[in-house]
């Protein structure tokens, strides 16, 4: 049996999708008041302050356990690390789209790493509010929050597709995002697949 082989012979606990599931729908219900149209982008309040704190504290728990994955003796613990770790396993991950198929929206939450020096915006945003709320509450914005809503779904599926038997097939039960790799409502599977992951971790 292979290292990757033996590396995706259990399927991964759902208690990280289960999470995300509960994440999205907090932040769906904000769209009952606030339209999630790029006009809206720059609304802030202390609901997207929450979500915000809460999305991307499990965008690193996800993070952590993708590097370790990738080498088990990666001592990543800032986003510079884990980008530098991604990267080297996914190069292309800056062209991953998050769709808000209701809407006719797409997101791009790692588009900066198109840039070797590129920090995205929604971590910046996030590490703001949380250490200084007083001065950048307008952070907390609808933009930056769907953003990181956004990357946590990716990270998500390469997490699943990457060491998990079960893949990201079963990876259904969202309400508003969509992405690559995850399954379609319809009867008939989707044919997109994840372009940007070319292999399994490890």
């Known amino acids: 049996m292979s290292k990757h082989a033996a590396q995706k012979k259990n399927p991964l606990d759902n208690s990280y999708w289960q999470y995300f599931l509960h994440l999205e729908s907090d932040f769906h219900a904000t769209t009952q008041y606030i339209a999630c149209t790029e006009t809206n982008d720059a609304t802030c309040s202390i609901e997207f302050a929450k979500q915000i704190v809460c999305i991307c504290t499990e965008c690193e728990a996800v993070l952590k356990k993708i590097c370790k994955t990738i080498d088990p003796k990666n001592q990543a613990v800032n986003m510079g690390h884990y980008k530098r770790t991604l990267l080297s396993r996914f190069p292309e991950i800056h062209k991953a789209p998050v769709h808000l198929e209701p809407l006719q929206r797409t997101i791009h939450p790692f588009a900066e790493w198109n840039n070797s020096g590129g920090r995205v915006d929604w971590w910046n945003a996030y590490q703001d509010v949380k250490h200084h709320r007083d001065s950048n509450f307008e952070k907390a914005n609808l933009k930056n929050t769907l953003n ?55």
């Open 148 to 202: 990181a809503l956004g990357a946590l779904l990716i990270l998500e599926l390469y997490l699943y597709a990457g060491i998990s038997s079960n893949g990201t097939g079963t990876l259904g039960g969202t309400q508003l995002l969509w992405a690559a790799g995850m399954p379609r409502s319809e009867v008939v599977p989707s044919k997109e697949a994840l372009p940007h992951l070319t292999a399994p971790l490890g």
